[in-house]
């Protein structure tokens, strides 16, 4: 049998509003004919993350159109502020000039570009505080 290490960092994971999940999952549905098996809602998943040992966690969540940024990065302080042991990227649009003051330990963006065509290099992390050794 094999062993777990004693720290689990999950640093695979995405997490949204209930709302927007619900219709990412509809979408995913409709546009892709993909049926999500497993719908954890972002309690629900940091909780089940916990229950199989994940001490930390780092997500993201993307800003798929323009004008949810802001919402987004706001809701992911909430988060941030809601659970210990949580890291996240802040979501970002290909289309905006980012706007929002990186407050709360914000201080760098990710750029996402899964649903664009043009390449993206940038992947620059977001930190609330140095992640803990391993």
């Known amino acids: 049998m094999v062993k777990l290490p004693e720290k689990i960092i999950d640093f695979h994971v995405h997490l949204f509003p209930d709302k927007l999940f619900d219709a990412i999952w509809d979408s995913f549905v409709k546009n892709y004919n993909w049926n999500i098996i497993h719908r954890y809602y972002y309690k629900e998943c940091i909780a089940r993350?916990?229950?199989?040992g994940v001490g930390t966690v780092v997500y993201s969540n993307y800003a798929?159109?323009?004008g949810i940024a802001e919402?987004?990065?706001r809701w992911n302080v909430?988060?941030?502020e809601e659970y210990e042991g949580l890291y996240c990227f802040a979501a970002y649009h290909r289309t905006i000039?980012?706007?929002w003051k990186w407050q709360k330990g914000f201080s760098k963006i990710?750029?996402?570009s899964g649903s664009s065509s043009?390449?993206?290099p940038e992947f620059l992390s977001i930190r609330?505080?140095?992640l803990p050794p391993v």
């Not at 993350?49 to 199989?52: F, G, H, K, V």
């Open 64 to 66: 798929h159109r323009a």
């Open 49 to 52: 993350l916990r229950q199989s």
């Open 97 to 99: 000039i980012m706007r």
């Open 128 to 130: 609330r505080a140095s």
């Open 110 to 112: 990710r750029r996402y």
């Open 78 to 80: 909430k988060i941030l």
């Open 118 to 120: 043009i390449p993206c």
């Open 71 to 73: 919402g987004l990065n």
